[in-house]
C-alpha cells in the first residue's frame, strides 16, 4: 500500500491498506497509512474514524498528533 501512495496511486494503496487492516486489525501502522491515504482523497471523516482511536491509544506518538490536528483543521475549515 505504501508504495502505491508514494506513486499517488491512491485506489489501489486503499485497496492494499484495508486488506492489510483486515488482515491484521491490531497492527496500528496499517490504519495510520490508511487514514493518510484517505486524507490524501480529501476524505476527512473517514481518516479521522481511523486516526483519532489510534492517537487515544497512542497519545505521544508525534505523527499521530500531526495528522489528526491536520484533519480536524480541515473539518473545521470544511464547516463540519
Not at 496511486?9 to 501502522?29: D, G, M, N, T, Y
Not at 491515504?37 to 481511523?50: H, K
Request: aromatic share 4%; glycine share 4%; proline share 5%.
Amino acid at each position: 500500500g505504501a508504495v502505491y501512495f508514494l506513486e499517488g496511486r491512491l485506489a489501489e494503496a486503499e485497496a492494499q491498506l484495508r486488506q492489510a487492516v483486515l488482515l491484521a486489525p491490531a497492527e496500528p501502522s496499517w490504519r495510520y497509512n490508511l487514514a493518510r491515504v484517505l486524507d490524501a482523497q480529501q476524505r476527512t471523516e473517514e481518516a479521522l474514524v481511523l486516526a483519532e482511536p489510534l492517537l487515544q491509544a497512542n497519545p505521544r506518538d508525534e505523527r499521530l498528533q500531526r495528522l489528526v490536528h491536520s484533519l480536524r483543521q480541515r473539518r473545521q475549515k470544511d464547516g463540519r
